[in-house]
């Protein structure tokens, strides 16, 4: 059974960073896309970032790029998402999705696996 486990969320004020982390178990995503998405209240889930394993490039949300960093560590079938210079909104529930295929998906039907969600709070 394939789990997401994000961590990392938390409270912090607008300019600060956090650094959320995604583990994988079930089965090694080894070349498939993996993304990071949120939702704030009333609001749908977006994008925020993603990538396959074995691709150099990152796809981000034009509201994080400069600021967000995702990465990974294929060994440990985790990912990473740097968020730095936060601003309030940003505040959501960040979710760590992972897909079957290598398509890097920028909508929530294109990945077939989620986390429980980890919530992020920026305060101004």
């Known amino acids: 059974q394939v789990q997401l486990v994000e961590s990392g969320g938390g409270l912090v004020q607008a300019g600060g960073s956090l650094r959320l982390s995604c583990a994988a178990s079930?089965?090694?995503?080894?070349?498939?896309?993996m993304g990071w998405f949120r939702q704030a209240p009333g609001k749908e889930r977006e994008f925020v970032a993603g990538n396959n394993w074995s691709s150099t490039t990152t796809y981000y949300a034009d509201s994080v790029k400069g600021r967000f960093t995702m990465s990974r560590d294929n060994a440990e079938n985790t990912v990473f998402l740097q968020m730095n210079s936060l601003k309030p909104e940003d505040t959501a529930v960040y979710y760590c999705a992972a897909a079957n295929g290598v398509r890097i998906g920028i909508k929530a039907y294109e990945y077939n696996y989620w986390g429980q969600g980890t919530q992020v709070t920026v305060s101004s």
């Open positions: 079930g089965r090694t995503f080894s070349s498939a896309a």
